[in-house]
């Protein structure tokens, strides 16, 4: 009989844990608290990015943020709590409030992240480390200036010639994984006779206030967009800020019969912190490039990477050197 009560009695415990387990596990369904309390990482584990960001923009939105994207305008008038002050730089969050916010990013950066280095596109060419080791000897890479860790090398030909697109960065910590660099620099090489004549190299530092840059392979093309027979490398890095993409940098860069052009962008958590600056010369490349370019900039944001003054799109239609909100 004690035996038979003992067992029932594990069955009630295991039941209860159980729901305890789930109580504790659940999603967090908005941020009403979010003002007052420490948002737990075990309610945001599961959630999407979707998700994440309209917790996050939801912060500013109970402190009266008014929103310039239509998106999270739309969704949060629907509230009645929602009380837009009309004077954005006049809100100020609390420690706590800018602790969740930071949290959010956090998650948000991390999923954003974790396809952001994989190759889409089976065209391209990389050598292997084997190959790299092969070629780019500590001897050769001291000979042509390489002073970084090698991350890629594009092995691509076109009617010119035969290249090498070597992109480098300078780690903070060798021994540990991930994209946590103090530099990075590109440099391409043309290959006659086995001879490496560089070509173009672009360099770039972290700033005080950002935690790493590195290239976004994901969006890197070596291609001819123009099919005139010469390949127009396209370059994107970019930088993570304290509160992740959000406030980072992105550069594009791309190479066109010997000229660099580029786009700099600079995004923000607040709409008067995000603007870019377009080469003026980027509005005379062959259309085919140019769309290419903001197919690139419309995927970034897709994917959380970048956050684009409202309107830019048609802004660039209109050939502005400038954009922001």
Known sequence: MFEQISSQMKKYLVFFLLISLTINA???????????????????????ASSLK??????????????????????????SWYMPSGNNNAIAF?????????????????????NLNSEPNSKYKTLSE???????TNEKRKELGINFSI?????????????????????????????????????NFKVENNILTKTFETNDYKQEQEESIWFWTKYVYVEDFDQDGIIEPMLFYGTNGY??????RIKILTYYKGQKIAIRIQNGVLDD??????????????????????????????NGHSILPYGWQKKMAKKMTFIKE
């Open 151 to 187: 991350w890629k090398v594009y092995d691509y030909q076109d009617k010119s010639g035969k290249y090498y697109l070597v992109l480098t960065e300078d780690k903070i910590n060798p021994s540990k994984e991930g994209n946590f660099n103090n530099a990075v620099k590109a440099l």
């Open 130 to 136: 084997e190959k790299i080791k092969e070629i780019f």
């Open 273 to 302: 912190e995000r603007n870019f600056s377009v080469d003026a010369s980027f509005y005379n490349l062959p259309k085919t490039i140019q769309n290419k370019i903001v197919e690139q900039m419309n995927k970034m944001v897709e």
């Open 243 to 248: 509160n992740g993409y959000d406030d980072g």
């Open 26 to 48: 659940q999603n967090l369904k908005d941020c009403s608290k979010c003002s007052s309390e420490i948002i737990k990482e075990s309610s945001i584990v599961n959630l999407e």
């Open 94 to 114: 609390s420690d706590i409030e800018q602790k969740n916010i930071s949290i959010l990013a956090k998650k948000i950066s991390e999923i954003s992240q974790s």
């Open 54 to 79: 309209l917790l996050k923009n939801e912060i500013y939105a109970r402190k009266g943020y008014t929103f310039s994207n239509e998106e999270y305008a739309n969704h949060f008038k629907q509230f």
